[in-house]
C-alpha cells in the first residue's frame, strides 16, 4: 500500500508558477513510476507528466511541454511537478499517481488531488 499526498496547489495568475509537491509513505517509493494527473471540470483525466523509478526518463503531455518539470527525490519519497508560465486552461483538480507492473497485475494508487486555478 502508497499513501499519497498533495499539496502546493493554489490561485496563480495568468503566466505565473507554482509547485506542486506529493509525498509518498507505507512503500519503497524508489520502485514506483510516478505521474502527474489532472481532471479539469466536465473533463477526463488526462495524463500531464510521468517519471520512471529512477528519475531517468520523464515525459509529457503536449499541451505542458517546455512549461512543466516533473522531478523526484527519492531520499524524500517526494515527486514535484514545477509549473511556469501557467494558463487558464492548466485549471484543473491534479492527482499524484505510483504505479509498478507486479508480475501481471499493475498496482496503482492516487493522491487525494490538490486544486490549480489559473485565472486573473
Known amino acids: 500500500q502508497v499513501q499519497l499526498v498533495e499539496s502546493g496547489g493554489g490561485l496563480v495568475q495568468p503566466g505565473g508558477s507554482l509547485r506542486l509537491s506529493c509525498v509518498a509513505s507505507g512503500s519503497i517509493f524508489n520502485i514506483y513510476a510516478m505521474r502527474w494527473y489532472r481532471q479539469a471540470p466536465g473533463k477526463q483525466r488526462e495524463l500531464v507528466a510521468s517519471?520512471?523509478?529512477?528519475?531517468?526518463?520523464?515525459n509529457y503531455a503536449d499541451s505542458v511541454k517546455g512549461r512543466f518539470t516533473i522531478s523526484r527525490d527519492n531520499a524524500k519519497n517526494t515527486v514535484y511537478l514545477q509549473m511556469n508560465s501557467l494558463k487558464p486552461e492548466d485549471t484543473a483538480v491534479y492527482y499524484c499517481?505510483?504505479?509498478?507492473?507486479?508480475?501481471?497485475?499493475?498496482?496503482?494508487?492516487w493522491g487525494q488531488g490538490t486544486q490549480v486555478t489559473v485565472s486573473s
Open positions: 517519471i520512471t523509478s529512477g528519475g531517468v526518463s520523464t
Open positions: 499517481n505510483a504505479g509498478r507492473w507486479v508480475g501481471v497485475r499493475f498496482d496503482t494508487y
